[in-house]
């Protein structure tokens, strides 16, 4: 064996864990899915899995990261913009999009009550999630706009997940104006 497929062996391992983790997850919950489980569906010991993740909430961590991410960076962007309904607009088009991309991911995300006990344990996240709500909520202060937007993370996550077979981009479009008149947002103008 190689010096590089050496290298590239913990990566690859650590890549197969991550998705046979995401599919437990999805099919058993959080709570649902043992080290144990990851391990049988790889034919792996513990201990190999313990080579890479301690915990299972390392492993969840690293399912999560890249969505995480992309929101983080979503919420960034949205965070720079001048006036309450632009960051909201930018901030709901980002979402829909990364559910879009993630639709599995973002439900469980948005769903599993042991996703959320780890979520609120890290305050990064628990940060990040209280921004990019307030980026929807701030455009009707007070408890009206956090359920709005609330109902609006919770119904694009649900949606997202169950598209069937319909086009990414008609359902992000679709999201995103379902989205606007939850919120009372209007359409941004096009410039030509």
């Known amino acids: 064996m190689s010096a590089a497929t050496l290298a590239g062996a913990p990566t690859a ?46 492993l969840l961590t690293a399912v999560l990261e890249p969505i995480i991410g992309e929101l983080r960076a979503v919420v960034e962007d949205a965070e720079t913009l001048r006036g309450s309904h632009a960051r909201a607009e930018r901030m709901l088009d980002g979402y829909a999009r990364v559910a879009v991309r993630y639709p599995v991911l973002i439900s469980v995300l948005a769903a ?50 169950q598209r069937g077979a319909v086009d990414e981009q008609w359902l992000h479009r679709h999201l995103v104006e379902t989205g606007r008149r939850t919120l009372g947002l209007r359409a941004p103008r096009r410039t030509s």
């Open 13 to 58: 391992t650590r890549q197969r864990l991550i998705e046979a983790a995401t599919g437990l997850f999805i099919r058993h919950s959080f709570a649902g899915t043992s080290l144990q489980m990851i391990a049988d569906e790889l034919g792996f010991t513990k201990a190999a899995i313990y080579h890479h993740f301690r915990t299972r909430e390392q």
């Open 112 to 161: 599993d009550p042991g996703v959320h006990s780890v979520l609120r344990a890290n305050p990064d996240w628990t940060d990040m999630i209280a921004r990019q709500l307030a980026l929807l909520a701030d455009i009707d202060p007070g408890p009206r706009g956090m359920i709005r937007a609330r109902f609006v993370f919770a119904g694009i996550a649900g949606s997202s997940a």
